[in-house]
């Protein structure tokens, strides 16, 4: 995959296959192809959040930080999917890690430039966002169900 | 393609517990382990995937267990069993040279002569992994006659990982796709944290949903969420098969504990496709 271009990674990720040719081409101006060696963070909490991350192989672990205790992995997201919305929620810092797991590539999308182009082209902005939102609604769904601990002892439930 | 029938309890009579004795005992987590009961005689209860035995710690109780080994093994039963209550207590601190009595095999179980085939998705959550443990070791005994096989299996947490050791060798079977994830983990955990019916996006290229027979145990909450993934991809509902768990008296029909709808789980389950459960599944349990 790291041999490929944005572009044409961008023609069979999952968040953005779907897009039309041309849709897919204006992302792609804003794209880079980033490889992460295990234990490398993407992003870290409470730096600016500068960047959308399309995870195009590998493992990333969402963590926060616990002082005296270290990192606290919370939810992993795998190839295919995608990392960080605190770019749309401008003006804003990450509120979390992200940490490679395995070797990790990624389509890097500049946050920035993102929103000026949703701002132009609101139905490509839509479909981003709809996109997006899907994501976030994937991981809360996620999230709520690991509360609930459903394998603990009966008792607990 | 043909539906899997409940066998019929074995022996004279299915009210009296057959004694076994514990000839191996594997600890699995900190309330977990796998016990292999041996039947002196040889004689074992042969048994369906899927299908569960009574059993019976002397002066204490009897309780539903899954079989979660290797069938037709002649004489040899394996049982994972999470101490949660007084029998179960008891079952899990058994030592080998002990004795048990077991009635059974009961109900119905997995489809696996139906899946012959198609592709089979396998999907556990926690100690779920016990019935299907012993669906997937018969169709690896079988590979040839499944298409593609894939393993989806949730726990709470690294420490609550059953089967260690199938599962490390089952992830080095290149015609067998496992995924594993845990509800939590520390920094140690190099693998994935999160629940299990969101794995099955990933690996959906692995399956033709039309032609997929997909195998489902775990909790009910779980289970409802994974059916809906699995439809929503269009694994027909007569093609989802669960494993419910009710509790059980009888274990043959009689007195009416663990009626679900029309059925009763102790003899038309406790595997049954979601289209015979789903008149019933907003009941707010499946
Ligand atoms: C078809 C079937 C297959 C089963 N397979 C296995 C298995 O492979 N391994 C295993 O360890 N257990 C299995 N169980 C569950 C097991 O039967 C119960 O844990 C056991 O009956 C509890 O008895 P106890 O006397 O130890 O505790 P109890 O005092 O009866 O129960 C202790 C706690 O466990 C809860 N509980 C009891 N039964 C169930 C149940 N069926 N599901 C969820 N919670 C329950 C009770 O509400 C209570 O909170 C199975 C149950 C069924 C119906
Ligand atoms: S346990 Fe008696 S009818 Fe099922």
Redo the contacts with the bound molecule.
Sequence with gaps: MSGHTPAEILASHPFTADLSEEDRAQLARLARLAVYDPDDYLLREGQPATAFYLIVEGLVSIELFIPGHGPRPLQTVEGGSAVGWSWMLAPSRWEFDARALERTTAVVLDGERLRDLFIEDCCLGLRVVHRLLFVVAERLKAARLQLLDLYGP??EL | MREPTGAPPPGANPYIPVPFRVSGRRRETAD?VTLRLRSPSGDGLPFEPGQ?MMLYVFGV?E????A?GAPRRAGILE???????????RLVALRRGDWVGVRGPF?RGWPLALAEGFDVLIVAGG?GL??LRSALLQILAQRDRYRQVTVLYGARSPADLLYRLDLSRWQQRPDLELRVTVDRADERWRGQIGVVPALIAQVERHFEPARTVALVCGPEVMMRFTVRELQKRGVPDDLIYL??????KCALGLCGH?QFGPAF??KD??VMPFSRLAPFSEIREL
Excluded: D, K, Q, Y
């Design positions: 009966p008792r | 977990t569960f109780g309780v539903p267990v899954s979660s049982h994972t069993v999470r101490a949660v209550g007084p029998v179960t207590r109900g100690l016990a019935p494993s419910l768990e009710r509790n059980m663990c789980i102790c389950g406790p």
